[in-house]
C-alpha cells in the first residue's frame, strides 16, 4: 500500500509539474500581442489611454532659457480601436478618438477633471478622430508593422482666451512598429518610430506645415507571463516646413503592465522632459486599460 502511495503521490507531482510548466508556456496578451502584432481577422482590440502633462518649467526664456512658470496641465484621454478582417491576417482597420482637457495659469492638476471650462485658465471637448489602417508590409518579418492614420480636427480655435486645446489642422500619421525577444522570453525590446505631418493654414495651428518624428525604445522584463516592467526613451523633433517654428525634446521613463484577465490588461507609464529647445520640462503621468477579444 505504502509503494502505491509513493506512486500516486509521483505521478500527481509530475503532473501537477507539467502542467505549471504548458501553463507558463502559454504567451499572455501582454507578450504576444505587442503593437507590432497584427490581429486575427474577427479580432477587435480596444485600447482606452489617459495620459497627463504637467508643468511648471519650460525654455521659452530670453534666448530659449529655462525659467519657472504657472503650472499649466494638459489631459489626453484616447481610444482606439482595431479589428482583423484579412484571412492571412496582415491588414487590420481602424478608427482612433482623442479627448482633451487643459487647465492653465496656476491652477491644481487635476483641475483637468473639473471639466468647468472657466473662461481663461480651462477648455475641453473632443478634438480629433481618426480613420486608421495597420499593415504588415513584409510577410516574413511578422512583428514589424506600419500603422497609418489620417487625424481630422474637431477644434474651432486651437487658443481661445489664452488657453490652448488642441492643434488646429490635420496630421498625416505613420507609426513604425518593431519588437525583438531575446531566446529566454523574459526580456523584449521594443522601438517605434512615429511620423506626424502637419497641414493646414499656416494662421490656424503653431505646428502647421511641419514635420514631426518621434523615435522611442521600449524595454520590457517580464518576471512572469503576466506581469512586466519597462524603461522607456523618447526623443521627439518638429522640423520646420514653413511654419517658422521648431522644437524638440527628450524624455526618460518606465512603467508596467499587468495581465488581468485573458482579455483585460492594465498598464502605467511614468515620463520626464529632462532636455529640450522651445518646449515644456514638465512630467506625464498615463493610465491605460486595454482589452482584447
Keep these: 500500500m505504502k509503494k502505491y502511495s509513493i506512486l500516486v503521490l509521483v505521478f500527481l507531482v509530475s503532473f501537477l509539474g507539467f502542467a505549471q510548466e504548458d501553463e507558463d508556456q502559454q504567451k499572455s496578451v501582454i507578450q504576444e500581442y505587442t503593437p507590432s502584432i497584427l490581429l486575427k481577422k474577427g479580432q477587435w482590440d480596444i485600447k482606452w489611454f489617459n495620459n497627463l502633462y504637467t508643468e511648471t518649467r519650460d525654455l521659452f526664456g530670453p534666448g530659449g532659457s529655462e525659467q519657472d512658470i504657472p503650472r ?13 478582417i484579412s484571412d492571412n491576417n496582415r491588414f487590420n482597420i481602424g478608427l482612433l478618438l482623442e479627448f482633451r482637457s487643459n487647465v492653465v ?3 491644481d492638476a487635476l483641475d483637468v477633471f473639473s471639466f468647468d471650462g472657466e473662461s481663461g485658465s480651462a477648455r475641453s471637448g473632443f478634438t480629433s478622430f481618426a480613420p486608421a489602417i495597420k499593415f504588415n508590409p ?6 514589424f508593422t506600419i500603422q497609418t492614420a489620417f487625424h481630422i480636427p474637431l477644434v474651432d480655435n486651437e487658443v481661445e482666451n489664452g488657453v490652448f486645446l488642441d492643434q488646429k489642422g490635420f496630421i498625416f500619421q505613420n507609426r513604425f512598429f518593431y519588437d525583438y525577444s531575446f531566446a529566454d522570453g523574459d526580456w523584449q525590446l521594443f522601438s517605434e518610430l512615429n511620423t506626424e505631418y502637419n497641414f493646414g493654414k499656416k494662421e490656424d495651428s503653431f505646428a502647421n506645415n511641419s514635420l514631426r518624428l518621434t523615435p522611442g525604445i521600449f524595454l520590457s522584463y517580464f518576471p512572469s507571463s503576466k506581469f512586466t516592467v519597462l524603461a522607456l526613451v523618447q526623443h521627439s523633433q518638429l522640423l520646420d516646413l514653413g511654419n ?10 518606465g512603467g508596467f503592465k499587468y495581465q488581468l484577465t485573458n482579455e483585460l490588461n492594465v498598464e502605467t507609464l511614468y515620463t520626464n ?3 529640450g529647445n522651445d518646449t515644456g520640462l514638465g512630467q506625464t503621468f498615463n493610465i491605460g486599460l486595454r482589452a482584447l477579444f
Excluded at 138 to 143: A, G, L, M, R, T
Excluded at 244 to 253: C, N, V, W
Design 72 to 84: 499649466n496641465t494638459f489631459f489626453t484621454s484616447t481610444i482606439d480601436i482595431f479589428t482583423g
Design 105 to 107: 495659469g496656476g491652477r
Design 138 to 143: 513584409i510577410k516574413s518579418v511578422s512583428n
Design 244 to 253: 517658422d517654428f521648431s522644437q524638440d525634446f527628450t524624455a526618460l521613463g
Design 273 to 275: 522632459f529632462v532636455r
